[in-house]
């Protein structure tokens, strides 16, 4: 049932030659398929601004209306505050639209691509390693 | 001028107000606005010429105050080349370690790296982390270096103390520096034998003494090579790449602390999920 719903939300999954983010520590980027990508639309039920990671749990309905919680992670918030980044960035209740690197087992988590919230804000998290 | 533009609208400013400077550069900010093709050539030449200024601006050689951001090809260790062959002591610490990053053929999802518990990253694999910048202080007896990532810091004392004979181990060691020349020459002991060289997991012992050597080289850039010294897990002192630490005098550092119950949230609802095989 997973399988086929992960399936019908990859909207997205071609080969990339996807930058190395910064994801510094706690050693999570291992688990991540950098080289495919999905897309999908989600609600967040949780922002987590804090370390290690900053990550966003979320809520994904297919076309059956089965909802799959998902969760996708990016830098620690000292970074990403460098980027615009804060407490009131997400927050529970808001639809998002959320790129990520799947998890490589099938898991429904991933690293967090690019964001897109109701307002149209667009951000990119594929930046080259410093 | 495009220079002189780019110091007025940055570090300058607020400094230099006089009306004919301040006009000067409001029309040619004004023209460079309505110009963007001019405008994207002068950000390049800009970029160029704060970096071919940084060769001419005077600094003060014995003077390493400011936030930085460390460089180096091997990222997060001392060097990728060049490792010195370990001890049966050490390889057997090296096998048993388990890194979460770094090499490809050494990381695993979920490994058993001590700051995956929040332990104190220690040094000198603090030293190695490009995406987090740190800050010098300079006082007349010592030398404070803060760094970004898990809110630590060292002290170097440069009152001309001695190294202590018999330190107790702690995670950042005891370090005094003098300058030998236009070099500030750090000796570092008293380490225990619970921190990672860096992320690929190299062992060190508690007899583990790391020199290094650093010298402002230009303006905006201070140049690093650090040995490590330890016989009872290198057969010889790993001589590291020469990094490069690159001034930021608008970078401010941030809290950036690792705490355990939030690492351990982390761990719940993120690291061992995405290792976890769906449905398991």
Sequence with gaps: MKGSLIRSLMTVASLFAFSAPILAHHGSRVSYDLSKQLTMKGVVTEYQYQNPHIYIMYDVKDESGNVVHWGAETNSPVVQARFGWDRHTLKPGDEITVTVNPAKVGAARGYLAKLVTADGKVTELGRPEN | ???????????????????????????????????????????????????????????????????????????????????????????????????????????????????????????????????????????????????????????????????????????????????????????????????????????????????????RVDHDTIELNMTIIDPKAYTKPWVGETKTWKLDPKMELREDVCVPSDEAKYKEEMRVPAATPAGK
């Design chain 2, 1 to 215: 001028m495009n220079y002189a533009l780019g110091e007025s609208s940055s570090d300058e400013r607020g400094l230099k107000m006089r009306s004919g400077l301040f006009g000067l550069v409001l029309a040619l900010v004004a023209t460079l606005f309505f110009m963007p093709t001019a405008s994207a050539q002068t950000g390049q030449q800009t970029a160029a010429a704060k970096a071919a200024a940084a060769k001419t601006q005077p600094f003060d050689p014995h003077d390493l105050s400011g936030v930085w951001w460390r460089r180096g090809k091997s990222g997060s260790t001392l060097s990728r080349n060049d490792v010195p062959p370990m001890t049966p002591w050490a390889q057997a610490k090296y096998s048993a370690n388990k890194p979460g990053i770094g090499r490809a053929d050494r990381v695993v999802p979920l490994g058993n790296d001590p700051m995956m518990a929040c332990d104190p990253v220690g040094f000198p694999r603090i030293s190695f982390y490009d995406a987090y910048p740190s800050e010098i202080i300079q006082v007349p007896s010592r030398v404070l270096v803060f760094f970004d990532y898990f809110y630590a810091h060292r002290t170097i004392w440069t009152d001309g103390r001695e190294l202590p004979k018999d330190p107790d181990p702690t995670w950042y060691g005891v370090s005094v520096g003098k300058w030998e020349g236009d070099t500030l020459v750090v000796e570092t002991v008293g380490f225990n034998d619970r921190t990672w060289i860096d992320d690929d997991g190299h062992p060190h012992s508690e007899d583990m003494r790391v020199e290094e050597r650093y010298r």
